[in-house]
């Protein structure tokens, strides 16, 4: 088992939360992991990224090479078009629809979409915002997302749903619903939709 995922997304959006929740689940499972410290501005606003790589075999670095990502999950949907370089040929980018306008001349969201169908790539999209409004909570995206890309990870449902139960529990059992709930929201919205 071997999985190159790179996550981006802006500041403030909870990359670092899907990776972790990850890598809590690959640990679980005794699998090895590498994880990147995060690149660009991690202030609100400004883009972000990190690679985890998870295998059970030995781990020789911890940057996803071009061309070789089996997944792509953004929060924000310009940055993943901005990864699409270290998209393998096989992979998939699982990324939210919901644009995080961060810059003077973004484009519309019509003319994101179209990129997408134009790609080339594998790709899901998911209205994020408007689902993990649905679970409880609009900062639930994160979330959302992981559910999302969650089958194409190769973890198991079960062992990211122990790593979101493991990682919200110090907030209290009302934050661990809310996210297993955005979790699940993700997880099935992602399911029903078609790969482009």
């Known amino acids: 088992m071997k999985k190159d995922i790179v996550l981006c997304g802006v500041g403030g959006q909870g990359i670092l939360t899907v990776a972790v929740l990850a890598v809590s689940a690959a640990v679980k ?3 090895n992991f590498r994880q990147s410290e995060v690149h660009g501005m991690s202030q609100r606003g400004g883009a972000v990224e990190c690679h985890v790589r998870i295998s059970d075999k030995d781990i020789h670095g911890d940057l996803v090479g071009r061309g070789r990502a089996d997944c792509i999950i953004s929060v924000e949907p310009l940055e993943a078009l901005r990864q699409i370089e270290y998209l393998a ?3 998939v980018i699982i990324t939210n629809t919901e644009p995080f306008k961060n810059i003077p001349d973004y484009p519309p969201q019509e003319r994101l979409l179209e990129l997408y169908k134009n790609s080339g790539a594998r790709h899901i999209l998911v209205d994020a915002a408007a689902l993990a409004r649905q ?3 609009a900062r639930a995206q994160n979330v959302v997302m992981a559910g999302a890309a969650a089958k ?3 973890l198991g449902e079960q062992a990211m749903l122990d790593a979101v139960t493991v990682m919200f529990a110090p907030k209290g059992a009302g934050v661990v619903e809310l996210n297993l709930k955005a979790f699940e929201i ?6 029903g939709i078609a790969v482009g």
């Open 89 to 91: 040929k096989d992979g």
């Open 29 to 31: 499972q005794g699998l």
């Open 152 to 154: 194409y990870l190769g």
């Open 186 to 191: 993700g997880l099935k919205a992602a399911s």
């Open 135 to 137: 679970a409880g909570n």
